[in-house]
């Protein structure tokens, strides 16, 4: 069965300092990943998205950059936190959709499972 | 614009009281999936339903049923006897494919509704 890590799982960070959260998946090849930002207000922002090793797409300019160095893993930093970078940290991931679309096959290709979170408070 | 509203902010319930929670999309797309969550107080999303847009077939799992109405552009969910351990915030969501238009397949994101805290109360 796959399973999906983040640690750390909450860290209390100062303004201005560098931020490195990490997120791996076991039991899967080739996934989708992504990191999503639950701010207070509990809206989910998909932050970042990737296809594949070192393929990295943003979806909101910010403070924050994304790496995916391994298949299964991906990473998610900042040289320098801001206030407003506090919140609730989800990564996911879903399998990747490599072949022809048929109105029944492509379903299986969109669930999103997430991992634990890692909760982020800069002061 | 991909758009999810889920007009109920909060509810609360008394247990096992019958609770509908509303999601209302909009998407250009002809084919899409919807989706809902569920984010109980330890903040892991765990994955509920998933219903495609060709099959507007209601769907029910012990507890849980899902009402897809394509004509009003809705996907509710409704818990029935509800219970404490069911007080959580749940989210639905609207795929999105990340290249539209690709005569290869569309890997997918999803576009989240802000979300409803139901809170069962004994």
């Known amino acids: 069965s796959q399973t999906i890590h983040q640690w750390p799982a909450t860290l209390v960070q100062p303004v201005g300092s560098p931020l490195s959260l990490e997120c791996t998946v076991e039991g899967t090849s080739n996934p989708n990943l992504y990191w999503y930002r639950q701010a207070a207000g509990r809206g989910l922002q998909l932050l970042f998205y990737?296809?594949?090793?070192?393929?990295i797409s943003s979806e909101v300019p910010q403070n924050l950059s994304a790496s995916r160095p391994q298949d299964r893993q991906f990473i998610l930093s900042s040289k320098k936190l801001l206030l407003s970078d506090s919140g609730f940290y989800l990564c996911?991931?879903?399998?990747?959709?490599?072949?022809?679309?048929?109105?029944?096959?492509?379903?299986?290709?969109?669930?999103?499972?997430f991992g634990p979170g890692t909760r982020l408070t800069v002061l | 614009a991909q758009k999810v509203t889920q007009a109920q902010t909060e509810i609360s319930v008394v247990e096992k009281e019958d609770v509908t929670l509303d999601c209302v999309y909009e998407?250009?797309?002809?084919?899409?999936?919807l989706f809902w969550y569920k984010q109980p107080p330890s903040g892991e999303l765990v994955f509920l339903i998933r219903r495609n847009s060709f099959d507007e077939q209601n769907e029910i799992s012990g507890r849980y049923s899902w009402n897809f109405q394509k004509s009003t552009s809705s996907f509710n969910f409704t818990i029935t006897a509800s219970q404490v351990v069911d007080s959580a915030v749940y989210f639905c969501a609207l795929s999105e494919p990340f290249l539209r238009n690709s005569l290869r397949g569309s890997n997918y994101k999803l576009t989240f509704g802000k979300g409803t805290l139901l809170t069962v109360n004994p």
């Open positions: 996911a991931w879903s399998v990747r959709y490599q072949g022809a679309a048929t109105s029944g096959s492509a379903s299986s290709y969109n669930e999103q499972f």
């Open positions: 990737s296809v594949g090793i070192g393929q």
């Open positions: 998407t250009r797309d002809t084919t899409y999936y």
